[in-house]
């Protein structure tokens, strides 16, 4: 990469000089414009705004880090954010893979860039803790968003959906169906949001006096993959059941393509419910019936509430939102036949 010093040398002027005619700052001869401007023409000359940045002590980077890009639902918010960002900063995508371990490293890349602040979805209830109890000590601001802590855990500013009420809602439904015997995939995880999936079903269990079964619960991830392999394990328990209640989309995805390889009827056989509404659920061989997350407002208020850390310069009180999902039923539940 050609630097403002390699000009001055290959051209034997001072930095002095090269910095006032690329900033257009101070006085420059014509003559000297020409031969700098026709030298990084030559070697596609491009400052580096980082720098730049980081000698003006200004940054208009923001860090995103995810756990995975597989739930499909993350683009959509992560454009609500750059959306109510309006150019103002651009922003850094991180992955951190389910993975406390690599959640620090990414967390530490990022500071060391440095961002402005960063939007995080941390990876569970302990590693991801003592995570961000070190963004609080190095003083960044950051904003969870779709998990996060309680008060009692950590004191910081999240937004996610509520998913226990809504999950309780999909359980119902399916109860609602003549459903009794309604298998759970992908709860009991470390992290809030997978929580909230699996007391919501154990809420509606209650609510509707059905006995808790372990044999009916598997306590895989949020993922295609762990659908699959929560429903090929159901089967292989040999559990009667007639309905799946699985941790969000991606999950129930998988959940009912291995009933469709293996030829088990969705939703004659059993019905599957998801979480999210991404955008394949409704068109899906059987167009899944889910609940709807608020992602445009989660975008919004977490972008206001990151903003308004990094504006302030000090330390302002954490701010919680939790926001209401929609049910959405569609074709892949169905009344059970008695």
């Known amino acids: 990469m050609i630097t403002q010093e390699d000009i001055a040398r290959e051209l034997g002027l001072s930095n002095m000089t090269v910095y006032r005619c690329l900033n257009n700052k101070g006085s420059v001869s014509p003559k000297t414009r020409r031969r700098i401007e026709e030298f990084i023409r030559e070697k596609n000359y491009r400052p580096n705004q980082t720098a730049r940045n980081l000698k003006l002590k200004k940054n208009n980077v923001i860090g995103v880090l995810l756990p995975s ?67 609080q000590e190095q003083n960044v601001p950051f904003t969870l968003f779709d998990r996060y802590f309680s008060k009692d855990e950590l004191q910081c500013s999240f937004v996610a959906t509520e998913a226990r009420s809504s999950s309780a809602e999909l359980v119902n439904y399916l109860y609602s169906l003549g459903h009794r015997r309604i298998a759970h995939i992908g709860g009991k995880n470390n ?38 392999e929560g429903m090929k394990e159901l089967v292989s328990r040999g559990v009667d059941l007639t309905a799946v209640h699985c941790v969000n989309d991606p999950a129930a995805m998988g959940a009912m393509e291995f009933c469709r390889r293996n030829g088990i009827r969705v939703p004659e056989e059993i019905s599957v419910t998801g979480f999210s509404d991404i955008g394949s659920a409704q068109n899906a061989y059987a167009p899944l019936t889910t609940c709807r997350e608020p992602t445009e407002e989660i975008g919004k208020i ?37």
């Open 69 to 135: 890009f597989t739930y499909s639902y993350y683009p959509q918010i992560i454009e609500c954010i750059r959306q109510n960002l309006k150019s103002q900063y651009n922003l850094l995508l991180c992955l951190s893979n389910e993975d406390p371990v690599m959640e620090r490293e990414q967390l530490e890349v990022l500071l060391s860039i440095p961002v402005a602040g960063i939007f995080l979805c941390p990876v569970n209830q302990t590693e991801s803790v003592d995570n961000c109890r070190f963004l």
């Open 191 to 228: 992290d809030s949001f997978s929580q909230q999936m699996f007391e919501g079903y154990l809420d509606a269990l209650a609510a509707n006096n059905l006995p808790y079964d372990e044999k009916l619960v598997y306590p895989g991830t949020p993922d295609y993959e762990s659908g699959w």
């Open 302 to 338: 977490a972008t206001e509430l990151l903003l308004e850390q990094i504006e302030s310069g000090s330390c302002i009180p954490a701010r919680h939102y939790l926001l209401k999902g929609t049910f959405i039923p569609r074709q892949s539940c169905v009344k059970l036949k008695i």
